[in-house]
């Protein structure tokens, strides 16, 4: 089974612009969630998608929104960047979202720099 | 909320060393703990898992037992290897099975 797919890998913005990032699950995986890594503030969480809908949201700016498609296929999108948006942003799908123990399965991430 | 605490790094070890990294939780419930490894440039790998008090996860050579007494989840390995250098980051993943809280990962560096 392919993993879990991120494009693109590399992105280099300026401070205003807006960007989205691509998140293709392990197939048969419903549930998508969004991290943020960067080296002050670690890793943190983003939101997470099921079956097209936001169930749970983490504690980030309304610039911040992302979407499932139909196939679980989803995308981030950060609108007015600004310096402090610049991480490593990791893709994670699991089955369901919603059992014990259900691993998270991470993809390759997206790095952003925001010049 | 949720948190997760790890020792910092960086850990410096010899090949075939013990390794420890420690790790505590504070969790409402009987959260699911992970623990995954980052190599440079990549994503996180799953390295082993526990779902409930008492139980043991193991994957090529590393161990972690579920410690509810001590809210803990210390990962353990009998002797590293220079392969194993890598950043390692404790997790927990919440109640309702969608969202992973991270420590704030700890640097191996294993000479040879």
């Known amino acids: 089974k392919a993993g879990v797919t991120q494009t693109p890998r590399y992105l280099i913005k300026t401070r205003g612009q807006q960007v989205t990032l691509s998140c293709s699950p392990i197939?048969?995986?419903?549930?998508v969630s969004w991290y943020q890594q960067t080296p002050g503030q670690g890793l943190q969480f983003l939101f997470e998608y099921f079956s097209e809908t936001q169930r749970n949201k983490g504690n980030f700016p309304g610039r911040f929104s992302g979407r499932q498609f139909s196939n679980s296929r989803s995308e981030m999108n950060v609108s007015t960047l600004e310096l402090g948006d610049s991480a490593l942003y990791l893709c994670?799908?699991?089955?369901?979202?919603?059992?014990?123990?259900?691993?998270?399965?991470f993809g390759p991430g997206t790095r952003l720099l925001v010049l | 909320g949720n948190s997760v605490t790890q020792m910092e790094g960086p850990v410096t070890l010899s090949e075939e060393a013990f390794l420890t990294i420690n790790c505590t939780y504070t969790?409402?419930?009987?959260?699911?703990l992970f623990w995954y490894v980052q190599y440079p440039g990549e994503g996180l790998q799953l390295l082993l898992k526990?779902?409930?008090?008492?139980d043991k996860g193991s994957n090529k050579g590393f161990e972690a037992t579920y410690r509810k007494e001590t809210t803990s989840f210390h990962l353990e390995k009998g002797s590293v290897q220079v392969s194993d250098s890598a950043v390692y980051f404790c997790a927990l993943l919440n109640n309702a099975g969608n969202m992973l809280t991270f420590g704030g990962g700890t640097r191996l560096m294993v000479k040879p």
């Open positions: 526990a779902t409930k008090a008492d």
């Open positions: 994670a799908s699991s089955p369901e979202g919603s059992a014990r123990g259900e691993t998270q399965y």
């Open positions: 969790a409402t419930g009987y959260p699911s």
């Open positions: 197939s048969g995986h419903r549930s």
